[in-house]
């Protein structure tokens, strides 16, 4: 098999493309293919001296999937750090995005074949690129490439530096949704991570904020999607979806009204709610996937939750019982619960049968949410300064009686 062999720094390009040419006139006889192969050379040093990069480019691409169906994934390696190399030869930041885009264009057009090292070389890119909407550009290309290749293990690491690439990107709105719902759905596809996917999702629907109706339409499959989302993960009991109009939308849509709706119970209401709702629309609920066993199980603990943020901070036995419509046998194991999924923080008054609640996570985090927050802050500051004064006033009366001690010493 051919290998690439560099004979200097300076003609890697050229080497590159007479590599290239050899490799796609080989069957031609050496005849016809020298003088071709010559042609291409010669063609490419013009290119070169002429600072033509970006034709550059795109004659070392024309025999690109020949490469990566004949060669080594090392030779491949090789022959792509090349022609990616070629975005630092050029200072005009408009030939660079296009010749970024021209590379990795090439590059996932077989997302199948070798997926890993195609995606591996457009990393590479995007760490040539000194420009920030290039580097968005190669980074859109690789989430794709990870879905359709299969490969989205390689790249959620870098989901963890999203917010500094957005500072770094600085794109508009309508990159933001895409590149959102791309790593909502490749977060999907690795299975790997629920809350990844759903967390995406919701930025997603969050970009929506005061949209006409028109572009909120574009919104609604995927409102329907996170909404069923959040309803099926057994480990997420609170969001802000009833706060975002990309998701309010469904309440009046004659197709996802009841999508809607189930939102609210979860978010809002009780078990008994959402029997009643499960009875009234059963095979709705089975057409999105959902279990119904799985959503008693969520909604009880929601319940609890919403029994603690609501009974004064005592729980009785018999009010849990009634509420999660169990066993009077079961009522300590759903607070236990409850704890383990971290929603309550709580002690079990077995003689009183009560639960004594420290802390409950809020459903839902809104303006009702915020003026009691504010309240609870107003009289903690209140009770500290209580507690400033009265050390300050028993300091003094205690100075007092030391100077007089001494007084009297005198």
């Given at each position: 098999?051919?290998t690439?062999?560099?004979?200097s720094e ?5 080497s ?5 040419s050899?490799?796609a006139w080989?069957?031609a ?7 071709q ?14 600072n033509r ?7 070392m691409l024309?025999?690109?999937d ?5 060669v080594?994934?090392k ?10 190399n070629?975005?630092?030869k ?10 970024a885009k ?6 996932v057009?077989?997302p199948?074949d070798?997926?890993?090292?195609r ?10 690129l000194?420009?920030?909407y290039g ?6 290309k690789?989430?794709n490439?990870?879905i359709?290749?299969k490969?989205?293990e390689h790249?959620?690491?870098s989901f963890k530096?999203?917010d ?10 309508k990159?933001q949704?895409?590149?959102f719902?791309t790593i ?7 299975k790997?991570s ?9 930025k ?8 006409d109706?028109h572009?909120?339409?574009?919104a ?11 309803v099926?993960?057994p ?9 975002m109009p ?12 009841l999508v ?13 709610a959402?029997?009643e709702?499960q ?6 609920l ?7 066993e799985?959503?008693?199980?969520k909604?009880?603990l929601m ?12 729980i ?6 009634d509420t999660?419509?169990i066993?009077?046998?079961e ?6 619960k409850?704890i ?9 008054d ?10 409950c996570?809020?459903r839902?985090f ?5 003026v ?7 009289t ?21 009686s030391?100077a ?7």
């Open positions: 098999m051919t690439v062999v560099p004979t300076e003609d890697l390009s050229l590159i493309v007479r590599f290239t050899e490799l080989a069957d006889g050496p005849e016809v293919a020298e003088p192969v010559e042609r291409l050379c010669v063609e490419a040093q013009e290119l070169m001296v002429m990069w970006l034709d550059l480019v795109s004659l024309t025999s690109a020949l490469i990566f169906s004949k080594s994934e030779d491949l390696e090789c022959v792509f750090t090349v022609i990616c070629a975005v630092t050029s200072e005009d930041p408009d030939q660079i995005l296009e010749m021209l590379i990795s264009a090439k590059i057009q077989q199948n070798r997926p890993a090292l995606l591996k070389i457009l990393f590479n890119l995007y760490n040539l000194n420009i920030p580097r968005f550009h190669v980074y859109m690789s989430l490439l990870a359709n290749g490969v989205a790249i959620v690491p530096k999203i500094s690439f957005l500072k770094e990107w600085n794109i508009g709105i990159d949704r895409e590149l719902l909502s759905n490749v977060s999907r596809e690795s790997s629920a809350k990844d996917s759903f967390k995406f999702l919701t997603y629907l969050a970009t929506f904020s005061g949209e109706a572009a909120m339409d574009d609604k499959e995927e409102a329907v999607r996170a909404v069923v989302e959040f099926k993960a480990d997420m009991f609170q969001c802000d979806l009833l706060e990309a998701v309010g939308q469904l309440e009046k849509d004659a197709k996802y009204a809607y709706q189930l939102l609210k119970i979860f978010m809002t209401q009780r078990l008994d959402y029997l709702f009875a009234a629309n059963s095979a709705s089975k057409s999105y996937g959902l279990v119904h799985d959503c008693i199980t909604m009880r319940s609890l939750v919403d029994l603690g943020s609501s009974e004064s901070g005592q009785p036995y018999a009010l849990i019982r999660l419509q066993n009077d046998d009522v300590e194991t759903w607070v236990v409850a383990s999924a971290k929603l309550l923080d709580c002690k079990m077995q003689m009183n049968e009560v639960v004594v609640v420290s802390r996570t809020e839902v809104g303006k009702q949410q915020w009691a927050l504010r309240g609870k802050l107003t903690w500051k209140e009770n500290i300064a209580n507690v400033i004064s009265t050390i300050q006033a028993n300091k003094i009366t205690e100075d007092a030391q007089t001690q001494g007084v009297m010493i005198r």
